[in-house]
């Protein structure tokens, strides 16, 4: 079955420590998505990738970091800059002028 | 800039009820309009999309037209179960390329039986 692939489904962080989220896709999707969801405020745009080696900052892009050396993975890492990272996370993919797919998510706490 | 607002929830509703979620955006230009649906846990599926004014989406027994002169795009269903309950985002994407999405805050509706 073709699809996204997030690891883990829980991850907790200490206070200094940077962490990786992963997401894999079989889709052969172009472009990847991460977001970030917290209560209440829906999806916000970390950062995105439409191809290989290149990517875009979104809308709250500090303290995080990305990564696209291949076509199907998107690693973020949420570095100890990000002073507010307890949410869940979740990674999207597309070609263009197609809906999103999305993962399961990733829920990060902070320990 | 492009944004999208929904009605607050939760929507508590009895199973067979008519339901209705209201969505409104603004957006420079012409957007194809989303909804998505959340289960407890999971992340989003693509409920139903239209890419242009009056187009009808529709799956599952949810619909929603793309009103240009109300700029809306409210989803219903006749008749809701228990199943249903999740949370439901409205999202607009603008028509060139990959389609960044710009969400609303989501609506949590809870059907009892």
């Known amino acids: 079955d073709g699809g996204i692939t997030q690891s883990p489904k829980y991850l907790f962080r200490k206070e200094g420590q940077n962490v990786t989220l992963s997401c894999e896709q079989n889709?052969?999707?172009?472009?990847m998505y991460w977001y970030r969801q917290d209560p209440g405020q829906g999806l916000r745009l970390i950062y995105y990738s439409q191809i290989v080696n290149d990517f875009q900052k979104g809308d709250i892009a500090e303290g995080y970091s990305v990564s696209r050396e291949k076509k199907e993975s998107f690693p973020l890492t949420v570095t100890s800059a990000q002073k507010n990272p307890t949410a869940f996370y979740l990674c999207a993919s597309n070609d263009q002028n197609q809906p999103q797919h999305f993962g399961d998510g990733t829920r990060l706490s902070i320990l | 800039g492009n944004s999208v607002t929904q009605m607050e929830g939760p929507v508590t509703l009895s199973e067979e009820a008519f339901l209705t979620i209201n969505c409104t955006y603004t957006?420079?230009?012409?957007?194809?309009l989303f909804w998505y649906v959340q289960y407890p846990g999971e992340g989003l599926q693509l409920l139903l999309k239209a890419t242009k004014a009056d187009d009808k989406g529709s799956n599952k027994g949810f619909e929603a037209t793309y009103r240009k002169e109300t700029t809306s795009f409210h989803l219903e269903k006749g008749s809701v179960q228990v199943s249903d309950s999740a949370v439901y985002f409205c999202a607009l994407g603008m028509n060139t390329g990959f389609q960044k999405l710009v969400f609303g805050t989501g609506t949590r509706l809870l059907v009892s039986p």
């Open positions: 957006a420079t230009g012409y957007p194809s």
């Open positions: 889709l052969n999707h172009d472009a």
